[in-house]
């Protein structure tokens, strides 16, 4: 894809651009022409699933010019590491998220969630309108202090590293345009980044350092990244913070992105709400979700699986190859840079029927299944698949029946479905109203 085309379509509107080469090609590899930076777009699932699963040969490298913006936020975590690191941090965490584990959280769960819900009884009765991010934020970093982080990070506190790390993911994105802009040259949002950083460690800094002076037993994130690995080394302060600052970032930015969309979505598409609201109407009624409710959510948890479909919160995963590759009949030089993208991937003409249409029907289990297991992997694949999937797909199920239960809602403008470009992907600003259920003539 030569300069000239590549490059004004990716400053104009980089999602459509993307999505457009790779329907263009119906899958085969893109390089593309960034001037000094020369990428391969890869979206077959026969090339991803090669790419992802070789972790030896395809590689996150944190000195690649795409991860180098990442690293500045947290450092050598789990996030954007490999070998021996990734391995300690893996370990370590892996069983705060077992599917056994989190089973076990969900009551837990949906008391943290019920209790956040409960603080937007009053603006629903007075009408006053309520800002979308500040309505998942609240419910998602209730939920989350309690369960993964043993209430050692309180909830407002959390609210203050969310609006750091929303900072930290809008001011990094000229770096990613922009990639071979040395650091000590000053770009727009330099600073902002800097304050977020500062901002964030003020409050995580100090809860690390105490957790390390008094250890505990806990089963949260905190205390098992505090303790000393299984190999006997003991972490340093960095490496802490890092994990730290990467599980917290995952553990709420995937949730709020992705329930973010669910607004705009049921406005534009009132045949969805109507049969969403009468499935968690049916299964919770005017009581709490429980462990029981969330086999019954069906359809709920189709609605769910098309919004990571269409807007998955890790919409590029950029790899780099170790040594010379070849791939899809395409050699590959060594320390190419590869970008994987689930949002190009889940929108592609060759692997989907009607992809640009938000259709729950598809992931009905009486459809076949899909031709392609990697046509379809909003949590990523392979050894770094994301260490939060089964938690996620508890929590978020829980959050959409709580508030549809208790609200219906009105958007304070025209639903808008193109996502703004950050490092997860997002509506664009909007507010809505909440309107009681038993008083909204929306049945």
Same mark, same amino acid.
């Given at each position: ?257 992705? @329930?973010?969309? *669910? $607004? =705009?979505?049921?406005?534009?598409? #009132?045949?969805? +709400?109507? %049969? ?30 098309? @919004?990571?479909? *269409? $807007? =998955?919160?890790?919409?590029?995963? #950029?790899?780099? +190859?170790? %040594? ?35 259709? =729950? ?83």
């Amino acid at each position: 894809m030569p300069l000239h085309h590549a490059l004004p379509r990716l400053l104009r509107d980089p999602m459509a651009a993307l999505v457009d080469f790779g329907n263009r090609y119906s899958g085969e590899i893109v390089r593309l022409n960034l001037g000094t930076l020369r990428p391969y777009l890869v979206t077959h699932p026969d090339h991803l699933v090669q790419i992802l699963r070789d972790t030896n040969s395809y590689i996150r490298d944190g000195e690649s010019l795409l991860w180098r913006p990442i690293r500045r936020a947290v450092g050598d975590a789990i996030l954007v590491t490999e070998g021996a690191l990734w391995e300690s941090s893996r370990e370590t965490l892996q069983p705060l998220f077992t599917a056994k584990r989190v089973e076990t959280l969900v009551d837990r769960m949906a008391g943290a969630i019920g209790e956040a819900v409960d603080a937007f009884d009053e603006p629903a009765r007075t009408g006053e309108p309520v800002d979308v991010a500040a309505l998942m934020s609240q419910i998602v970093c209730r939920a989350t202090t309690r369960v993964l982080f043993g209430r050692k990070i309180s909830v407002e506190d959390a609210l203050q590293i969310n609006v750091g790390l929303e900072t930290i993911t809008t001011t990094m994105i000229p770096r990613l345009l922009a990639p071979r802009v040395p650091y000590n040259i000053r770009m727009p949002g330099d600073r902002a980044f800097h304050d977020a950083v500062r901002r964030i460690d003020e409050v995580i800094l100090p809860i690390i350092r105490k957790a390390r002076r008094e250890p505990d037993d806990g089963d949260d994130i905190i205390a098992a990244l505090c303790r000393p690995r299984q190999d006997g080394t003991d972490p340093g302060e960095a490496q802490i913070r890092g994990d730290v600052v990467a599980m917290f970032s995952t553990a709420t930015e995937t949730t709020i992105a992705v @329930l973010s969309w *669910l $607004w =705009p979505v049921l406005e534009a598409h #009132p045949e969805v +709400a109507a %049969r969403l609201y009468a499935e968690v109407d049916r299964v919770v009624g005017s009581g709490p979700v429980d462990r029981a409710s969330l086999a019954e959510l069906r359809y709920s948890r189709m609605v769910l699986d098309e @919004l990571l479909r *269409l $807007w =998955p919160a890790g919409w590029m995963i #950029p790899r780099t +190859a170790v %040594r010379e590759q070849v791939l899809g009949g395409v050699r590959l030089e060594a320390g190419a840079t590869i970008l994987v993208s689930p949002y190009v991937t889940q929108r592609m003409e060759a692997f989907w029927e009607r992809p640009e249409a938000f259709d =729950p029907e598809r992931f009905s289990p009486d459809r076949p299944k899909r031709q392609y297991r990697y046509s379809y992997f909003p949590f990523g694949g392979g050894p770094h698949q994301c260490i939060g999937q089964y938690l996620f797909l508890l929590e978020a199920p829980i959050i959409m029946a709580t508030l549809l239960s208790r609200f219906r809602f009105r958007l304070g403008k025209a639903a808008d479905l193109r996502p703004r470009l950050g490092a997860s992907l997002k509506p664009r600003a909007n507010q809505l109203t909440l309107v009681p259920r038993d008083r909204s003539p929306i049945p």
